[in-house]
């Protein structure tokens, strides 16, 4: 094949499988057979969840490379460059090395019908393979248990939460979302699960595969305080006095707890130090949850695109110091849950500025602003035809007490942070 630069190789891939999406672990475990990556030299986390892993994967990495640990990430989708999926010791990887991983996944698929995900996956198996690391995170992009990150046995499993998403391949309840995120989850290994109140479905998918589970409030809990927090296995550890995390918002002291959590569960707590915790805490970054981008006006940006995330992002906004009003810059996917998403978040927002979506499954302005309307009333909202022309409307009719809110979709705050970067001049 002559493909050359990445965006060839990318175009190339989204043709290669007659399906974006085709769950099913095959095709991906033979390939990784042939390429010798079933099996890695470093400890492996695997992370599932309707919401909460890319936080939780932020705050491994970071406590993780403090404690002078070289750690491997994998996650998905990306915001503007799909280098961003492959870190290796905080840097994205270049161009040049997933062309390269990319020439050897396909000298080696011997005509599997690969799908984009598959072969993004395969090919940060093989980058990871190249570099000494003592831990690989890897995200499962869609459910868990026929994701293609499952074709990699984990030391430790991580499930975040579990709530209505992707319901046209994972199933219309949480009873059968949990056993698809469950399916993550290995006989006799550990697996934490960050939810309080997780469905039926895992508990009894842990037990009948004699999965070693630790669950928030029964094996291990955290207690927040006025300015720090503490957290304790059992009675055989405790942490007390602890920063907040830097990431916003309270939810994210459960993906913190779940993450010390793993970190115990990987005989990893001693050797990684109260320092490095505390360091990795105040470090951490993940861009496109509740980022502000700019001050007077306040802009905001935040990939939440379901009920849950949504919801989050509402209290977070709810704590705001402003006499101003909030303007919501939205755009969306078509099946996501519209209604019950916009109604997470409406009692907070002032008005709402709807942007279409020019993608694959993309909601259109008037499909969207049919939906927000019937939520917020026919006097609250306007339609553009894009997401751009929202945000720049938005951005006119805003005073600098205002706060702007964009939201709905990784699409939607990738098409203003590349604004925002081409008008500021930053990279």
């Known amino acids: 094949m002559g493909v050359k630069s990445l965006a060839e190789w ?15 672990l095959g095709r991906v475990r033979r390939v990784a057979d042939r390429l010798g990556l079933l ?3 470093a400890q492996v986390v695997t992370v599932a969840g309707t919401n909460g892993k890319g936080s939780s994967i932020a705050l491994l990495d970071a406590i993780a490379r403090a404690a002078g640990k070289s750690v491997g990430l994998y996650t998905s989708p990306h915001l503007i460059r799909y ?21 050897r996944v396909d000298r080696e698929r011997k005509g599997e019908a690969l799908t984009y995900f598959e072969f993004g996956t395969l090919a ?18 869609l459910g868990g248990r026929l994701d293609a990150v499952n074709c990699i046995d984990p030391a430790v499993a991580l499930l975040t939460t579990v709530d209505l998403d992707h319901q046209s391949w994972l199933g219309e309840s949480r009873e059968e979302i949990g056993y698809e995120k469950a399916g993550i989850f290995r006989k006799d290994r550990p697996a934490v699960v960050g939810e309080f109140d997780p469905p039926a479905s895992v508990l009894e998918f842990a037990e009948a595969n004699q999965v070693l589970l630790s669950r928030v409030a029964v094996h291990y809990s955290w207690l927040k305080g006025e300015q720090a927090w503490s957290w304790q296995h059992g009675e055989s550890k405790q942490l007390q006095g602890l920063p907040l995390p830097q990431l916003a918002g309270d939810i994210q002291l459960q993906n913190s707890a779940a993450v010390l959590e793993v970190f115990y569960q990987l005989g990893w707590l001693e050797e990684v130090s109260r320092e490095a915790i505390e360091q990795g805490l105040c470090s951490v970054e993940l861009a496109g949850r509740f980022q502000r981008l700019q001050h007077t006006p306040q802009v905001v940006v935040d990939v939440s695109h379901n009920p849950q995330a949504v919801a989050v992002l509402a209290a977070n906004l709810n704590k705001r110091h402003s006499n101003g009003h909030c303007i919501a810059v939205v755009g969306m996917l078509c099946d996501k849950e519209l209604k019950r998403t916009v109604e997470q978040i409406d009692a907070v927002v002032d008005h709402w500025m709807v942007g279409g979506l020019e993608t694959a499954r993309g909601c259109s302005a008037e499909e969207l602003e049919m939906v927000v309307k019937s939520v ?23 005073t600098p007490d205002d706060w702007v809110v964009v939201f709905g979709s990784f699409y939607t ?13 930053n990279s």
Request: hydrophobic content about 45%.
């Open 83 to 103: 280098n961003e999926r492959i870190v290796i010791n905080g840097e994205c990887v270049t161009d040049a090395q997933l062309c390269g991983a990319f020439e």
């Open 376 to 398: 917020a009333g026919e006097q609250m909202v306007e339609r553009y035809t894009d997401i751009v022309g929202a945000y720049e409307a938005a951005l006119a009719r805003a």
């Open 39 to 41: 099996h890695p030299q």
């Open 124 to 141: 940060a198996l093989v980058l990871f393979q190249q570099h000494p690391l003592d831990l690989i995170l890897l995200e499962v992009g």
């Open 10 to 24: 990318l175009s190339w891939q989204e043709t290669l499988h007659p399906e974006e999406i085709e769950l099913g």
């Open 413 to 425: 705050v990738a098409a203003v942070m590349e604004l925002h970067q081409s008008t500021t001049g």
